[in-house]
Nanobody
Framework: QVQLVESGGGLVQPGGSLRLSCAASRNIFSFYTMGWYRQAPGKQRELVADFIGGVSIHYAESLKGRFTISRDNAQNTVDLQMNNLKPEDTAVYYC???????????WGQGTQVTVSS
């Protein structure tokens, strides 16, 4: 079993920044994809950004330029830097990993991000 633990959420004013971190309980090289999704109230969960094959990066088109995903292979973490946050970025942010070979999917418990003045 894999555990993904998110941290870094909170309340921020519009235009502010937050950095989320997802810590995996094992080597992140074992995942085919790993990244971030979000779910706003009343909406479906959507991709924010993820790594594919440990090298390629895929961003939601609407978030390019404001959000940046990065990884630390030594720490087994994947981070999400969010800049110029807007009220519409308010959501629960989830870390997701898909295991290589088996393609089992794992989710973190989520971290709340609220953008409000």
């Amino acid at each position: 079993q894999v555990q993904l633990v998110e941290s870094g959420g909170g309340l921020v004013q519009p235009g502010g920044s937050l950095r989320l971190s997802c810590a995996a309980s094992r080597n992140i090289f074992s995942f085919y994809t790993m990244g971030w999704y979000r779910q706003a109230p009343g909406k479906q969960r959507e991709l924010v950004a993820d790594f594919i094959g440990g090298v390629s990066i895929h961003y939601a088109e609407s978030l390019k330029g404001r959000f940046t995903i990065s990884r630390d292979n030594a720490q087994n973490t994947v981070d999400l830097q969010m800049n110029n946050l807007k009220p519409e970025d308010t959501a629960v942010y989830y870390c997701k990993a898909v295991e290589d070979n088996s393609f089992r999917t794992f989710w973190g418990q989520g971290t709340q991000v609220t953008v409000s003045s």
